[in-house]
Each structure stands twice: as structure tokens, then as C-alpha cells.
């Protein structure tokens, strides 16, 4: 898994991300052969993101004769998890639920999603939840003055 600091990649990237991970082995040419219309990229455009996605270890590179393949290192489901740990540790931790329950509320689900979230929702035994918040940024903290 990436270290913290290379775990956080740009929309850009994630556009690129999203058709490798589609693809599983595929070159900077039919990357930017699926992308460019809809994104008015360039071919060095997408160079540059998948040089990035090396850099951050999200993407392996393998030679193959004069061409390179791109293969992902990071499953979608792993990125998945690290963007949603980035999202919610920006929070107080004492309203991650609230706000997990509102993204459930806003956001259009299929039957067999809400059928997920319920299973899932079973099987999870309640926590004791303790802010980790600085003082001044929540109500959790009572503020000296």
C-alpha cells in the first residue's frame, strides 16, 4: 500500500486510475485513446499522470518491446478505502456516523446496495467513539477561558 503522503492522487489521476484498474494491462495510448475526447487530454498529458502513479506506486510499468504497459499495484477497493479514511479523518470522529448517514441519504443506491449496507450494518457490534479533535475545532472539547 502507498505510503500516507503518495495515497493521495488528483481527479485527474483517478481518470486515469479508473480505466487501468478496467483494463488491469494497458499502455499511455489507449489510455489516452479512451480519455482524450471526453477530457481533451494530450498524449503527454496522460504520460505525465501515469509517471505520477508510478512515483506514488499505484501503477507498475512493464516493458514490452518498445512499448510500456501500465498495470494497477493498488486495488480499486484499497483506493477506495483511502480515500474514504481521507474523507472522514477530516471530521470529528464522534460524527462520522452522521455523516456516513447523509452520504447514504443523498446518494442513489440500487436494491442491492441497500441490501449490503443492511447486512453490513448487522454485523457491526457498536463502538466507543473518542474525539481526537484539537480544541476549538468541535463542540466535543469543553475550551478553557
Partial sequence: MPQKEDHVVSEAEWQVMRVIWNKQHTTAKKIYELLHESLD???????????????????????????????????????????????????????????IAEMIRTTPLRQEDLQLLRETIDQIHPMSITCTCLPGQCNCHHEKG
Fill in 41 to 99: 487530454w494530450k498524449l503527454t498529458t496522460v504520460k505525465t499522470l501515469l509517471g505520477r502513479l508510478v512515483t506514488k506506486e499505484w501503477v507498475q510499468t512493464t516493458k514490452e518491446g518498445k512499448r510500456f504497459i501500465y498495470s494497477p499495484l493498488l486495488s480499486q477497493t484499497d483506493a477506495m478505502k483511502l480515500a474514504t479514511d481521507d474523507f472522514l479523518a477530516r471530521f470529528c470522529a464522534t460524527t462520522v456516523g452522521e455523516t
